[in-house]
T-cell receptor
Framework: GAVVSQHPSWVICKSGTSVKIECRSL??????MFWYRQFPKQSLMLMAT?????????EQGVEKDKFLINHASLTLSTLTVTSAHPEDSSFYIC??????????????FGPGTRLTVL | QKEVEQDPGPLSVPEGAIVSLNCTYS??????FMWYRQYSRKGPELLMY????GNKEDGRFTAQVDKSSKYISLFIRDSQPSDSATYLC???????????FGEGTQLTVNP
């Protein structure tokens, strides 16, 4: 299957700083990427849908000014958590849709980024 | 009420057992039904997907969808310790559209 990478895999930062997380599709071009957040022992919650060359679509309740998403190329989307606070500590996972998939446009998930805000 | 309900477990079974994992949902627009496996601190990986109602088998895994009851299942035969993970059901109304996940069921297969 297609491969999606994330960087960094783990980041610790101080409260008030900004953190950028990268999501890359390694062997395919992804016109659409998704960003999820997962708290311990909870499911994945979709934060936003990122389309290459256009503004991201945010889910209800997700602050677009706090979680900045940039999908500048067909293989890279970035999520920047601005002015991070301890409550932003979570596991952030991206996924990318492989348009080459046959009848179903499968989403391939990255390995996730664990963010800890002190 | 959540759109997708899944018993979080934990579920613990002996090696070789048949495992049954289930989800119910309320949104009748869902057409695509997926099962993902997630190991600790890793991203989910797709195990199986099913379109509309019916059964699908892949090796030791069988997925069933009953749209009339809004109920989906994943069966794992001859379970192995390597099957120990969290299993997430996910659904979407359209191919490739946003996924709605269940809470995930934590499974442990004991040798």
């Amino acid at each position: 299957g297609a491969v999606v990478s994330q960087h960094p895999s783990w980041v610790i930062c101080k409260s008030g700083t900004s953190v950028k997380i990268e999501c890359r599709s390694l062997d395919f071009q992804a016109t659409t990427m998704f960003w999820y957040r997962q708290f311990p022992k909870q499911s994945l919650m979709l934060m936003a849908t990122s389309n290459e060359g256009s503004k991201a679509t945010y889910e209800q309740g997700v602050e677009k000014d706090k979680f900045l998403i940039n999908h500048a190329s067909l293989t890279l989307s970035t999520l920047t958590v601005t002015s991070a606070h301890p409550e932003d500590s979570s596991f952030y996972i991206c996924s990318a849709r492989d348009p080459r998939s046959g009848g179903y446009n499968e989403q391939f998930f990255g390995p996730g980024t664990r963010l800890t805000v002190l | 009420q959540k759109e997708v309900e899944q018993d979080p477990g934990p579920l613990s079974v002996p090696e070789g057992a048949i495992v049954s994992l289930n989800c119910t949902y309320s949104n009748s627009a869902f057409q695509y039904f997926m099962w993902y496996r997630q190991y600790s601190r890793k991203g989910p990986e797709l195990l199986m997907y099913t379109y509309s109602s019916g059964n699908k088998e892949d090796g030791r895994f069988t997925a069933q969808v009953d749209k009339s009851s809004k109920y989906i299942s994943l069966f794992i035969r001859d379970s192995q310790p390597s099957d120990s993970a969290t299993y997430l059901c996910a659904m979407s109304p359209l191919s490739g559209s946003r996924l709605t996940f269940g809470e995930g069921t934590q499974l442990t297969v004991n040798p």
